[in-house]
């Protein structure tokens, strides 16, 4: 425990780490523990299931795929441990389990001193006087693989009953912002999604997001962005009026995950500039007798209830806390510039700098001096109370949306 002042006489609720009601799924681990996971209660009974079906989408969101991710390096392997029997689902509680593999508690001791800028660091010790001080914890982006997993799950169920499908794209990096129209949500594809590295489907686009996360991540900066989320072929009548409104579901679903700071459905904000004739989605009858709407503004809900069009949501995700730029960043980067020219060598690991070194050994001693050169220090209290300067350490994304894509999807 520390010295912070806590009053014994209030019940801390320390509850929060389920969702659902009929697929019910309860999260657990931490980022430098032994492991995550997750246990998902109401899945079917005799659902074809295997850790395959989960792996595809862990190996989407796992850090260290490319420069623009985190260097952590996880092979994020999930192992199903109940609710499976030959290959089929049995209508019980599924566990599911990774291990990590890749922990550098050592990286985080000044943070239990400490309070890192703009993390949970401050938050956790108000409410529980107590916190997981390596990687931040349940706070950590890491919990968010019990929810990959789970939702594998739940795609898999939607898929087979209703034949709805979930895509989920990067559409903003900083400044960099996919026009509205350029995806037709009426067929992209994963593989589309998949084609690059920042998972944006228009390659133009896509080429600027990376270099608007090139040019902040060899500088040790951070940005965020927005992600895009459809539904296709959701089935109508989703959701309840009043408290259990389907925007609102999907609002607390999403605005639960790391770095999120806005939910848009359908029009969104830029409803707010249009009239009521402007704004209002018409129906019309087709050929074969369905009810649909010629525009939908409405994102696929009205009155908190699923129409049949195509639901379209937007979650925004701010740069990430931890940061290491300082002044002396673009002078180590011109160095390092000039060994390139003059070495013409390819780094096997260039999400680190970007650039070029000679070898695996040369590449982390340069690293190392350039990570000590770079760090910047930011004001902060400690957890007794005292202001102080601390330098924030650990591996982490220069921009999430990539990665947090994989969240949503």
């Known amino acids: 425990m520390n010295n912070l002042s806590f009053n014994s006489n209030i019940e801390v609720n320390a509850a929060g780490s389920i969702y659902g009601n009929h697929f019910r799924v309860s999260t657990f681990g931490e980022s430098h523990g032994g492991g995550v996971g997750c246990i998902i209660d109401g899945c079917p009974p005799r659902l074809p299931l295997s850790e395959a079906d989960m792996q595809v989408d862990l190996d989407r969101r796992r850090p260290g795929q490319s420069r623009i991710t985190t260097p952590r390096k996880e092979t994020d392997t999930c192992t199903i441990s109940s609710g499976v029997a030959e290959g089929f689902t049995t209508g019980t509680p599924i566990h599911v389990f990774v291990p990590n593999t890749d922990q550098r508690g050592h990286d985080y001791k000044e943070m239990s001193l400490a ?11 108000m409410k529980y006087g107590v916190r997981s001080v390596q990687g931040g ?33 990067v559409s903003q990096v900083h400044k960099v912002v996919l026009p509205e129209g350029v995806v037709d949500h009426e067929s992209l594809t994963l593989d589309q999604i998949e084609s690059n590295i920042v998972r944006c489907p228009d390659p133009e686009y896509a080429e600027k997001m990376i270099a608007a996360i090139d040019a902040v991540r060899v500088k040790g900066d951070s940005v965020g962005g927005v992600v895009t989320c459809i539904v296709r072929n959701a089935p109508r009548g989703l959701g309840s009026p009043v408290f259990d409104k389907l925007e609102a579901e999907l609002a607390k679903a999403a605005m639960s ?34 009810i649909r709407t010629r525009t939908n503004r409405s994102g696929g809900i009205q009155g908190g209830i699923s129409n049949g069009e195509i639901i379209h949501m937007r979650i925004g995700f701010k740069p990430t806390s931890t940061i290491t730029v300082s002044f002396c960043a673009s002078t180590l980067l011109e160095t390092c510039r000039y060994e390139f020219h003059l070495k013409q060598t390819f780094c096997y690991s260039s999400y680190h700098c970007g650039l070029s070194c000679s070898s695996p050994l040369h590449l982390r001693a340069w690293f190392h001096i350039t990570f000590l050169l770079v760090q910047k220090k930011q004001n902060t209290v400690t957890r ?15 921009c999430v949306v990539p990665r947090g894509r994989t969240y949503n999807h």
């Open 257 to 290: 995950l790391p770095a999120t700071k806005g939910f848009e459905f359908g029009s969104g904000f830029a409803g707010t500039y249009l009239t009521g004739s402007e704004h209002n989605d018409e129906f019309y009858m087709t050929e074969d007798g369905k």
């Open 384 to 398: 007794d109370k005292h202001e102080t300067e601390l330098i924030a350490r650990g591996r982490h994304d220069p």
């Open 137 to 169: 914890g349940r706070s950590s982006a890491r919990e968010t693989i019990g929810r990959v997993a789970a939702g594998a799950v739940a795609k898999k169920i939607l898929k087979q009953f209703a034949g709805t499908e979930v895509f989920a794209y």
């Open 115 to 125: 309070y890192r800028p703009s993390h949970a660091d401050a938050t956790y010790d």
